[in-house]
């Protein structure tokens, strides 16, 4: 059976989303891979501080902020043992 890439979903925060200065962002989602269990899955963030790998059942579950004032550009890469990922790009 040939690797297929994993899978990363995440509800929130929205793309374009805005939050005041002292606001607590909730980042909740979703990882999956069809060959591995999400636990031994890697996430990489780019812009944000996150957790390197997905929770218990592949939940991304984390607040991050207050952030400073202004744009901010976040990546998320999700990557599976055969060298496959998923990559999310938000800005808020």
């Known amino acids: 059976l040939p690797n297929s ?4 979903l995440l509800d929130s925060p929205e793309d374009g989303a805005v ?3 002292d606001d ?8 999956s891979d069809a060959e591995q269990d ?8 780019t812009g944000i ?5 997905p929770g218990t059942a592949g939940r991304v579950d984390f607040d991050a902020g207050p ?4 744009d901010h550009l ?7 043992a055969g060298g496959l990922a998923a990559t999310i ?3 808020m």
């Open 5 to 8: 890439a994993p899978s990363l």
């Open 19 to 21: 939050y005041a200065n």
């Open 24 to 31: 607590v962002i909730p980042f909740r989602g979703v990882a």
């Open 38 to 45: 999400a636990l031994s899955l890697r996430l990489e963030w």
């Open 49 to 53: 501080d996150g957790p390197e790998a």
């Open 67 to 70: 952030l400073p004032t202004g």
């Open 74 to 80: 976040w990546t998320a890469t999700l990557s599976d």
């Open 89 to 91: 790009t938000r800005t």
